[in-house]
């Protein structure tokens, strides 16, 4: 049985992956300058139109600002909370994801969240979270 043909990913895209992966291995950070366009196509052996349209896509998904003048260039973004938002509300609209689907990440999403806060609590906080709910339990309701 033979396999299906691999896809061969466009120029760009293998531009974004690198330097996603540079992001995810901590070599960038939000800040940084990438090289200029000249300097990128040449040492990743591809056309500057091919490393323009990696800047332009990696902009849009919020990864690199892009700025014009003498001191700009490419910089990497701290990153948008919400662009994942709107990615997702994109996904429901198109489709291709459920409410059954965003409502079981939000569980996991919820599961994750109380384990790290019940790890790293400090008993400081626990004492002024008791005494914040004490104070709200000895206020008399007025009717």
């Known amino acids: 049985m033979t396999q299906p043909p691999k896809i061969k990913r466009r120029a760009f ?22 090289p200029p366009e000249r300097e990128l196509a040449l040492k990743l052996g591809v056309s500057r139109a091919a490393v323009r349209e990696a800047l332009r896509s990696l902009e849009i998904a919020g990864v690199v600002g892009l700025h014009k003048g003498a001191r700009g260039g490419a910089f990497i ?10 990615s997702i509300r994109d996904m ?34 626990v004492a002024a979270l008791e ?13």
């Open 13 to 34: 895209e293998e531009i974004c992956e690198r330097i996603r992966a540079q992001l995810a291995a901590g070599k960038l950070k939000p800040g940084d300058k990438l």
């Open 77 to 86: 973004l701290k990153g948008d909370p919400d662009l994942v938002t709107r």
């Open 92 to 125: 429901f609209h198109l489709g291709r994801i459920s409410l059954d689907n965003l409502t079981e990440a939000r569980t996991m999403i919820m599961q994750v969240a109380i384990q790290l806060a019940s790890e790293r609590i400090r008993p400081t906080t």
């Open 131 to 143: 005494r914040n709910v004490d104070r709200l339990t000895t206020v008399p309701v007025s009717g």
